[in-house]
């Protein structure tokens, strides 16, 4: 069971802040000798496979890694263009690693915009008067949870579908969002939040940052998913951890 993705959406459908904490899992990953028999072109800036399914390899997958290093869009990591890389007999045999394409920063934004739609859609479409919207979502794979405030600010959850304990946490989202971004003077409401990682620092277990606002004053906190903390207390720095039921200061 885990947490996928987090959403915050301002009142007007704008993305105010994003996490994933979950990586997908690589479909693929196979050694190619030269000429590759798979078809891969550019798009979106990122290196797709357009031809040539097989060992799991599919139409649509996305190069995620070349030997072992990663790949962010057309680049690699140590800054290779993929293309021009995997054009050159001298560079093989070499190692690639296919999977699902990760979401830019424009298509997180655009997904927004669209559950903003879609959730006044169905206020609208709903028999009873006054309805809260889409608050749960579900599919086999996972389910999206939302809670909206009565401004109309949006906290969105994506977690597996055995995932207990989810309206206290949009309910925790919530109440960190008032304390450390409505009360921070240097905070303009409805903008986005950008934040720094503190790779998972202070935190024990499993554990996956939420977020750590970069401003120069107040206090300062992250989110961890750490199993079996139940210890409480509110001296600085306070750090927002979970037990898989509920979140908690721990």
């Not at 206290?168 to 950008?194: G, H, Q, T, V, W």
């Not at 202070?202 to 401003?215: D, K, L, R, Y």
């Not at 300062?220 to 139940?230: H, L, T």
Request: include cysteine; glycine fraction near 8%; hydrophobic fraction near 40%.
């Amino acid at each position: 069971m885990a947490i996928f993705s987090v959403y915050v959406v301002n009142k007007a459908g704008g993305l105010i802040y994003q996490l994933d904490s979950y990586a997908p899992r690589a479909e693929a990953e196979k050694t190619f000798s030269y000429p590759l028999d798979l078809l891969l072109k550019l798009h979106d800036e990122r290196v797709l496979v357009a031809f040539g399914q097989r060992d799991g390899i599919r139409v649509g997958h996305a190069v995620l890694a070349i030997n072992g290093v990663d790949v962010n869009g057309k680049y690699t990591a140590d800054g290779k263009e993929v293309l021009e890389y995997l054009g050159n007999p001298a560079n093989y045999p070499v190692s690639i690693r296919f999977g699902r394409p990760r979401l830019t920063s424009n298509e997180k934004l655009m997904l927004a915009s669209m559950f903003h739609s879609l959730f006044a859609i169905g206020s609208q479409l709903s028999p009873e008067q006054g309805s809260s919207g889409i608050e749960m979502l579900e599919t086999d794979t996972f389910k999206l949870h939302c809670f909206q405030t009565l401004t109309g600010i949006k906290f969105v959850v994506l977690a597996d579908p055995r995932q207990a304990g989810i309206d206290s946490l949009l309910r925790k989202i919530y109440e960190i969002y008032s304390d450390f971004a409505l009360k921070n003077p240097f905070y303009s409401l409805e903008m986005p939040i950008r934040g720094r990682s503190t790779g998972g620092r202070g935190c024990t277990g499993a554990c996956t940052v939420f977020t750590q606002p970069s401003w120069a004053l107040g206090p300062s906190w992250c989110g961890c998913f750490v199993a079996e903390r139940r210890r409480l207390s509110l001296r600085p720095p306070r750090r927002l951890c979970s037990s898989y039921s509920a979140w908690q200061w721990c």
